[in-house]
């Protein structure tokens, strides 16, 4: 069962997977901060980069690693 977490987009760290509503998954490569923002890096499945900024309090889907949790 996969777990999907909200955490707040400033948390977030290279290797983080973010998973959107439709369930597409985006592996973060670079978090840099902008201004008062968060620049978030990252790459598809099919290798497409991208980035977005978000706002110091935004929220965002990230996929869980079922062994971290047990720890």
Known sequence: MEV????QT???AVGDT???AFGRAYE??????VGRGIRVQ???A???VGRFTAAPDAVSRVRVDPVSRAA
Not at 28 to 33: A, G, H, L, W, Y
């Open 10 to 12: 400033r948390q977030l």
């Open 4 to 7: 999907i977490e909200l955490r």
């Open 46 to 48: 099919d290798g497409v």
């Open 18 to 20: 973010l998973v959107n």
């Open 42 to 44: 990252y790459v598809t």
């Open 28 to 33: 973060v490569t670079k978090v840099s901060p």
